[in-house]
C-alpha cells in the first residue's frame, strides 16, 4: 500500500498549487482522505478531509475558503487545490488515508501515510 504526493514547490505569496495524492496497491474508495500538513519546529495539524463518496469535506479554519480537497474514486487520487497561498502554508504537506468512511480531523483516525511533498510560500 502506497500514496504518493507530488505537485509542491515554491510559489510567491497570493499563488497556488494544486497537490495530488495517488494511492496504490488496494482501494480507498471505501474510507475517508486527508492532507496534513508539519512546518519546521511545529506539531503535525490537520488540513483538510473529505468523506469516501466526495459527499463530506472539512477544514482547518486557517485554510477555509482558500484550499479545496476533492477526490476520483476511479483514479484512486485526492487532491488539494490551494489558492491565495500564504507564507504561513510552508510546510510538508502529507496524504492520509482513513480507517473509516466518514471524514476525520486527527491523525490517529488515519492508516496510511504518504511520504509528503514541500510546499514553500514566499512573502
Known amino acids: 500500500v502506497q500514496l504518493v504526493e507530488s505537485g509542491g514547490g515554491l510559489v510567491q505569496a497570493g499563488g497556488s498549487l494544486r497537490l495530488s495524492c495517488a494511492a496504490s496497491g488496494r482501494t480507498f474508495s471505501n474510507v475517508a482522505m486527508g492532507w496534513f500538513r508539519q512546518a519546521p519546529g511545529k506539531v503535525r495539524e490537520f488540513v483538510a478531509t473529505?468523506?469516501?463518496?466526495?459527499?463530506?469535506?472539512d477544514y482547518v479554519d486557517t485554510v477555509k475558503d482558500r484550499f479545496t480537497i476533492s477526490r476520483d474514486n476511479v483514479k484512486n487520487t485526492v487532491d488539494l487545490q490551494m489558492n491565495s497561498l500564504k507564507p504561513e502554508d510552508t510546510a510538508v504537506y502529507y496524504c492520509?488515508?482513513?480507517?473509516?468512511?466518514?471524514?476525520?480531523?486527527?491523525?490517529?483516525?488515519?492508516?496510511?501515510w504518504g511520504q509528503g511533498t514541500q510546499v514553500t510560500v514566499s512573502s
Open positions: 492520509a488515508a482513513g480507517r473509516s468512511w466518514s471524514p476525520a480531523i486527527f491523525g490517529y483516525e488515519y492508516d496510511y
Open positions: 473529505i468523506s469516501w463518496n466526495g459527499g463530506s469535506t
